[in-house]
T-cell receptor, first 113, second 114 residues
Framework: GDSVTQMEGPVTLSEEAFLTINCTYT??????LFWYVQYPGEGLQLLLK?????DKGSNKGFEATYRKETTSFHLEKGSVQVSDSAVYFC????????????FGTGTSLTVIP | DAGITQSPRHKVTETGTPVTLRCHQT?????MYWYRQDPGHGLRLIHY???????DKGEVSDGYSVSRSKTEDFLLTLESATSSQTSVYFC?????????????FGNGTRLTVT
């Protein structure tokens, strides 16, 4: 079945450091891939998405490239800020299971000044 | 965003009592979902709806029921609350059946069962 695996957290970085959060997936078909962000006390918000191989999703300085050959969708940001402290979720949705999303377990990021 | 409102935001209840959580969306989205969020488990799907009166089970549906009598409202009922149902519950919606369309989330309901 479909699944998403994220790197374990928590992750602590200094402001302006480079961020990578790893995400790999298993899917029976050709999924769309998503990154969501959750700030304390709030619901999940869509951060970016990619719908086909080699697509790059980007938003607010974050980027992720859909790599079909490695079944990966790693999240990156060149210079993190304190305001990026949140929990990040990788997710997939595909045609075969069009009604359902599959989420990773989330990676907590704390950025210290 | 999709204008999803969950109520209540917080609730404390006793074991064995029924509890109903409400989700209201203003975007006329066809699909609606209930998830629970627990440490170490991420989000797990409880039930979802693909239209008025059309619902189906997710991976952790035991002990939960849902109803959708109007497009905008999706209710989650814990028939007899147990301590294992202490969790944060999120409602989500999406506009259509395309697997490319993202989910939009409410801000969650924190439920404590004592």
């Amino acid at each position: 079945g479909d699944s998403v695996t994220q790197m374990e957290g928590p992750v602590t970085l200094s402001e302006e450091a480079f961020l990578t959060i790893n995400c790999t997936y298993t899917a029976t078909g050709y999924p769309s891939l998503f990154w969501y962000v959750q700030y304390p006390g709030e619901g999940l918000q869509l951060l970016l998405k990619a719908t086909k191989a080699d697509d790059k999703g980007s938003n607010k300085g974050f980027e992720a490239t859909y790599r079909k050959e490695t079944t990966s969708f790693h999240l990156e940001k060149g210079s993190v800020q304190v305001s990026d402290s949140a929990v990040y979720f990788c997710a997939l949705s595909e045609l075969n299971t069009g009604n359902q999303f599959y989420f990773g377990t989330g990676t907590s990021l704390t950025v210290i000044p | 965003d999709a204008g999803i409102t969950q109520s209540p935001r917080h609730k404390v209840t006793e074991t064995g009592t029924p509890v109903t959580l409400r989700c209201h969306q203003t975007e006329n989205h066809r699909y609606m979902y209930w998830y629970r969020q627990d440490p170490g488990h991420g989000l797990r799907l409880i039930h979802y709806s693909y239209g008025v009166k059309d619902t189906d089970k997710g991976e952790v549906s035991d002990g939960y029921s849902v109803s959708r009598s109007k497009t905008e409202d999706f209710l989650l009922t814990l028939e007899s609350a147990t301590s294992s149902q202490t969790s944060v519950y999120f409602c989500a919606s999406r506009p259509g059946s395309s697997y490319n369309s993202p989910l939009h989330f409410g801000n969650g309901t924190r439920l404590t069962v004592t």
